[in-house]
């Protein structure tokens, strides 16, 4: 862009959440742009604290496996896993079950 369309676009991006200025030649933006993309579609997250029995294998590799964890505690009985997930995965957890 000239330099008076780079800076009105600029000016644009500094007052709105939603526009982005991203280079394609030097990839410059693009993280943040990227970082929206990806809240946008995994919609509102919530933090909760998941106490699984050490024979609910499945459901703690399932939500290490979709990278939601923030913290894991051993316990006496199995772990205390701190989960940060949209409702979709919440669902999509509560219906698995675990073979024994």
Same mark, same amino acid.
Do not use: K, M
């Given at each position: /862009?000239?330099?008076? %369309?780079?800076? @009105?676009?600029?000016?644009?991006?500094? $007052?709105?959440?939603?526009? +982005?200025?991203?280079?394609?030649?030097?990839?410059? =933006? /693009? *993280?943040?742009?990227?970082?929206?993309?990806? !809240?946008?579609? @995994? =919609?509102?997250?919530?933090?909760? %604290? /998941? *106490?699984?029995?050490?024979? !609910?294998? $499945?459901? $703690?590799?399932? &939500?290490? !496996?979709?990278?939601?964890? &923030?913290?894991?505690?051993?316990?006496? %009985? =199995? +772990? !205390?896993?701190?989960?940060?997930?949209?409702?979709?995965?919440?669902?999509?957890? @509560?219906?698995? %079950?675990? *073979?024994?």
């Amino acid at each position: /862009l000239d330099g008076e %369309t780079r800076e @009105a676009c600029h000016n644009r991006a500094a $007052r709105r959440d939603d526009v +982005f200025l991203v280079s394609a030649l030097t990839g410059e =933006g /693009l *993280s943040p742009l990227l970082a929206a993309v990806s !809240e946008a579609v @995994a =919609g509102e997250r919530s933090e909760e %604290t /998941l *106490s699984l029995d050490y024979g !609910e294998g $499945r459901r $703690r590799a399932w &939500v290490h !496996e979709q990278g939601v964890v &923030v913290s894991e505690a051993n316990t006496e %009985t =199995g +772990f !205390e896993i701190c989960v940060r997930w949209n409702t979709t995965q919440a669902r999509q957890y @509560a219906s698995l %079950t675990d *073979s024994t």
